[in-house]
């Protein structure tokens, strides 16, 4: 079964880090750009971050450029999701998502920014 | 970035009727080779967001004919011939034209 599988969620303190994965199976990751998409409580998708197939181009939103970073590791089927800096606007479900079609999707982790 | 319109944001519909959901787009979504990256998305309660329509018109595998996708350039619209129960959920319209963004989600539930 094709299929997406996020982890690393939890509760952080403003100001700190964690490191979202995104584990795949069913498919080989490396064929495939990979996105991070996110939906705070009771509000709409908003897309985060890009990488392409092999890693060597990522794009961001305005709003976690430069705290968020984006990686992948084709040989362990995993993508990545830094987060550093995190703000209480960050709180929200993360999903990851295949391809530009965004055809598939894991069920999601959940990040809660609060002191 | 390309902002995303939806309209209504909530459809209340009666079992075995239709439903309508438009979107638009603040610039053309016809890119240089000719596709138009537009995409629908379904999200049930409780659930994450599963692929239902692509490239304007395309139903992705598994889903049932009674969605339909149209349109061209700004001015897009899902159509669910005969609402069941199950499609009770939230539907976003999305670009994937650089960056990605999506419509702010009709909800369609029974009347």
């Known amino acids: 079964e094709v299929q997406l599988v996020e982890s690393g969620g939890g509760l952080v303190q403003p100001g700190g880090s964690l490191r979202l994965s995104c584990a795949a199976s069913?498919?080989?990751?490396?064929?495939?750009?990979m996105h991070w998409v996110r939906q705070a409580p009771g509000k709409g998708l908003v897309w985060v971050s890009r990488?392409?197939?092999?890693?060597?181009?990522?794009s961001y939103a305005d709003s976690v450029k430069g705290r968020f970073t984006i990686s992948r590791d084709n040989a362990e089927n995993t993508l990545y999701l830094q987060m550093n800096s995190l703000r209480a606007e960050d709180t929200a479900v993360y999903y990851c998502?295949?391809?530009?079609?965004?055809?598939?999707w894991g069920q999601g982790t959940m990040v809660t920014v609060s002191s | 970035d390309i902002v995303m319109t939806q309209t209504p944001l909530s459809s209340p519909v009666t079992l075995g009727q239709p439903a309508s959901i438009s979107c638009r787009s603040s610039?053309?979504?016809?890119?240089?080779?000719?596709?138009?990256?537009l995409s629908w998305l379904q999200q049930r309660p409780g659930q994450p967001p599963r692929l239902l329509i692509y490239?304007?018109?395309n139903r992705f595998s598994g889903v049932p004919d009674r969605f339909s996708g149209s349109g061209a350039g700004t001015d897009f619209t899902l159509k669910i011939s005969r609402v069941e129960a199950e499609d009770v959920g939230v539907y976003y319209c999305?670009?994937?034209?650089?960056?990605?963004?999506f419509g702010q989600g009709t909800k369609v539930e029974i009347k």
């Open positions: 998502a295949r391809s530009d079609a965004f055809d598939i």
């Open positions: 490239k304007i018109s």
């Open positions: 999305m670009q994937a034209t650089r960056p990605w963004t």
């Open positions: 069913g498919f080989t990751l490396r064929g495939y750009w």
């Open positions: 610039q053309s979504l016809v890119h240089s080779d000719g596709n138009t990256y």
């Open positions: 990488i392409n197939s092999d890693g060597s181009s990522t």
